[in-house]
């Protein structure tokens, strides 16, 4: 048994005794100190059915802590070993991280790099895993020389952490926000510049004024097109959400005309060495202190009230789970 917020389709979500399989082949047991709350854990939350796929479902795609037991043939990993994992279709497909103990694929485990303590590792999370991903992605074709680079959603897990890497490694960077409001705080990060949102929000022109040299997009919709419509010859764009729409209103024009490359980035399902090389640059690349004035620590009975707070966009920065008194 272990205590977490169980969420099912005959009652709202609380915290309650889960039972625990033990692990299986392929399998860690872990302790779970920290976790965190992420736009997918407030849809699984509300039973959205794109997320929750089992019935009933522990949330969190996000796991730190230490590796307790192994199922029979892990070599991945030992017992004792830090540990982090994001996605891997926790809080989805099976049990996550809001909860005292977790059971997960440990093929996916990455151990913590040195340094990297469990608040921050979690305060990272998916959210600044996927933003690394994006980074890794975008400096294959856009280098700190080559102009601005948009980070769209500024505001949220990834926006942050995409601005503090960036800036740490040389990018000129714009934030779009719809929250003005966080200018400062943005700033602080390492924004250079910070526009609204509504001025990328609506639908615009196939082909626009090249602006920018490249973007980490973390909200898909009209917003991705005409980011990618004002992004320059040879530049590139990340993709990793749709918090605004899942459509994409677009034309070849951009990429044909302007030779822009549209990066997809999938966290859940990236191979561990990918994932060993993310947290390895998070280890050295994000300072703990840029994080700190955006982070905030809350409980597992608190995580619950946070969620749909997530999912409406009014959550600043990062929030991490406790998951132990």
Known sequence: MTRAVLVSSSTPPAVTEVDLADPAEGEALVDVTYSSVNYKDGLALARNPGVARVDPLVPGIDVVGRVSALGPGVHDVAIGDRVVLNGAGLGETRHGGWAEHAVVPSGSLV????GLDDS??????????TAMLSVLALERFV?????PVLVTGASGGVGTVAIAVLAARGYEVTASTGRLANEDSLRALGATAVVD???LSEPGKPLQRAAWAGAVDSVGGATLANVIAATRWGGAVTACGLAQDSALPTTVMPFILRAVSLLGINSVDAPLPLREQAWERLATDLDPSVLAGVVRTVSLEEAVQVGPEVVAGRVHGRTIVRTRD
């Open 111 to 114: 151990v913590l790099p040195e």
């Open 120 to 129: 921050f590792a979690a305060a990272i999370g998916t959210a600044g895993f």
């Open 143 to 147: 280098s700190p020389g080559d102009g």
């Open 197 to 199: 949102r509504a001025t």
